[in-house]
């Protein structure tokens, strides 16, 4: 377990040192003069919990993991319904585990941070089904944690955008499975997709225990463009009382964006792009009615100006899911784990 002074001086540490950028990877190191603007623009007497570093402070102890079904297997690993502890709720997850022997190290882990789905909707073992076994044939431990209030979760459903619920629970994903006896506590790669990837993102600026990360059609932008450039059709996305719950209440509060750029730094991973040490994948798909292209190209442009080593994929007339796409997608995805997490 690492505890949020840890991880938040551990971050800070981070800054000094980036890697190098190209669409050939390479992990060499420069010195970083690059810091986080949120970082010394808000006074920690008034940071909101979604605050960056707030979330630096807090611990995320999460559990023992628990299994509570065993599913049908898949093709070379087992599959389960597994449980942990998160801010004290009960947060269920579906979990793979390769067959074979574990090796000397325990096997590498992609913690699974799925998109928005409706959560009296969603089920632990729909939806994601190609993604996951994907992952699992290719020798990873897998886990896909529901968030809390999605399926038998306990606690209610919010927004990820003005909570920092759901990253609670994926940082705790990460603890319990650092402390799975399968899995070596040193590989844990993160996948996100649309709201997933922001919570990757946010996962990635917050904690550095996270190696790998490979994000698509993430809504990894900016509060000023999340607020006005984002208009996802009905039903992709969270519900309109959900997302003006917070959204009226924070500008009533702290003013736009434009007014008052020291607040939404601070609760934004855009502005802390600098502190991000683990290599990233980006891919979007060019027919995307959901997430616009452009938020996963100012994501990959700001990485590269700090340094950062970054692969950036679009596929032509692809959707939201890269259906279109799909198998070139997942051979990069897995190729990228491949090379920075099992290598």
Same mark, same amino acid.
């Given at each position: 377990?690492?505890?949020?002074r ?5 971050a ?13 990877p ?57 449980? +942990?502890?998160s $801010?004290? /709720?009960?947060?269920?997850?579906? *979990?793979?585990?390769?067959?074979? &022997?574990? #090796?000397? @190290? ?24 190609a993604?996951?076994?994907?992952f699992a ?25 003005g909570?920092?619920? +759901?990253?609670? $629970?994926? /940082?705790?994903?990460?603890?319990? *499975?650092?402390?799975?006896?399968? &899995?070596? #506590?040193? @590989? ?8 997933g ?36 059709p ?25 007014k008052?750029?020291?607040f ?8 802390y ?71």
């Amino acid at each position: 377990m690492i505890s949020g002074r840890l991880a938040c001086a551990l971050a800070a540490l981070a800054a000094l040192a980036v890697a190098g950028c190209s669409t050939a990877p390479s992990l060499q190191t420069v010195p970083s003069t690059q810091p986080s603007r949120a970082a010394v623009a808000v006074p920690q007497a008034i940071l909101n919990p979604l605050a960056i570093d707030a979330m630096r402070q807090r611990d995320y102890p999460g559990s023992d993991l628990m299994i509570e079904q065993t599913l049908a297997a898949g093709a070379g690993y087992q599959r389960f319904i597994a449980s +942990y502890r998160s $801010d004290g /709720l009960k947060i269920f997850g579906l *979990l793979t585990v390769p067959n074979g &022997a574990r #090796p000397a @190290r325990g096997w590498p882990v992609i913690i699974f941070n799925h998109g928005y789905i409706p959560p009296q909707q969603y089920r632990t073992t729909e939806r994601y089904v190609a993604y996951v076994d994907a992952f699992a044939r290719a020798g990873y431990i897998v886990f896909k944690s529901d968030y809390r209030g999605h399926g038998s979760s306990e606690g209610q459903p919010t927004s990820a955008y003005g909570s920092p619920a +759901y990253a609670i $629970d994926v /940082l705790n994903a990460v603890t319990t *499975l650092q402390r799975y006896p399968a &899995a070596d #506590p040193n @590989r844990i790669g993160m996948w996100g997709h649309s709201m997933g990837g922001n919570l990757t993102l946010r996962a990635l600026v917050v904690d550095p225990r996270i190696k790998v990360a490979v994000i698509w059609a993430g809504v990894t932008a900016t509060y000023q463009d999340i607020l006005e450039n984002w208009h996802p059709p009905p039903g992709s996305g969270p519900p309109p009382s959900a997302q003006g719950n917070w959204r009226q209440a924070w500008l009533s509060q702290y003013g736009t964006p434009e007014k008052n750029p020291a607040f939404w730094d601070s609760i934004s991973p855009m502005a802390y792009l600098g502190d991000v040490m683990a290599p990233v994948q980006i891919d979007h798909g060019t027919a995307d009615v959901e997430v616009p292209l452009a938020f996963s190209q100012k994501l990959a442009d700001q990485l590269r100006s700090k340094g950062k080593m970054v692969e950036f994929y679009t596929y032509p007339g692809s959707d939201h899911n890269i259906a279109q796409g799909f198998s070139l997608a997942m051979a990069r995805s897995v190729a990228f784990f491949n090379h920075y997490l099992k290598g």
